[in-house]
């Protein structure tokens, strides 16, 4: 019974390089979500996906992109990392307007 | 605009103790309201969840909230504080028939033996 699986769990960047974070959920849910939390500021939505297929920006999407390979995996990708994308990255998952189940989260540092 | 406020960004209580967490919301429409809690290097596991039904809820590990719209009040307690309640809080509010998520900035509850 995973739920939400994040990999990797930990990871250290340099400045400019580039890195995918995976996520795959096990509840055949429609709707995944990734997002950042910062200290003290809560999650913020970088990207969510409603369905397979489709993908929209939310709160915070600049330096990010977004993959839903397929119903169970949700990607995010940083394309050039930069030292203000340093946060801790969790991805969830829904059906329909049920409540978000959220996996352990990645836990980036960029130098 | 939505938003949620957590009044506290930490309480701190002792081992048997009451919880009271506060959060308040602004929303101008009939929101779904929950309580999430966070332990050290997990993700957000839901606590309780409020829908338009019943104002007072009832959640996982002796949590519950109650929604008072007359003071857009959704604050969560516990009667007796365990030390595994040690952890962080968040108070989210999602709008009706929305993905969109509106989170609290958190309140650290500590617990004292």
């Known amino acids: 019974n995973a739920g939400v699986t994040q990999t990797p769990k930990f990871q250290v960047l340099k400045t400019g390089q580039s890195m995918t974070l995976q996520c795959a959920q096990d509840m055949n849910h429609n709707s995944m979500y990734w997002y950042r939390q910062d200290p003290g500021m809560g999650l913020r939505l970088i990207y969510y996906s409603a369905s397979e297929g489709t993908t929209d920006k939310g709160e915070v999407p600049n330096g990010y992109n977004v993959s839903r390979l397929n119903k169970r995996e949700f990607s995010l990708r940083l394309e050039s990392a930069a030292p203000s994308q340093t946060s801790v990255y969790f991805c969830?998952?829904?059906?329909?307007?049920?409540?978000?189940?959220f996996g352990d989260g990645t836990r980036l540092s960029i130098l | 605009a939505q938003s949620v406020t957590q009044l506290d960004s930490h309480v701190s209580v002792s081992e048997g103790t009451p919880v009271l967490l506060r959060c308040n919301y602004s929303s101008s429409y009939s929101p779904s309201l929950f309580w999430y809690v966070q332990h050290p290097n997990k993700g957000l596991q839901l606590l309780l969840k409020y829908t338009s039904a019943a104002t007072l809820v009832k959640g996982i590990n002796g949590f519950e909230a109650e929604f008072k719209k007359s003071e857009t009040s959704f604050h969560l307690t516990k009667p007796s504080a365990h030390m595994s309640d040690a952890a962080e809080y968040f108070c989210?509010?999602?709008?009706?028939?929305?993905?969109?998520?509106?989170f609290g900035s958190g309140t650290r509850l500590l617990v004292r033996p």
């Open positions: 989210v509010v999602r709008m009706d028939s929305s993905y969109k998520l509106i």
């Open positions: 969830a998952s829904s059906e329909s307007n049920q409540p978000q189940h």
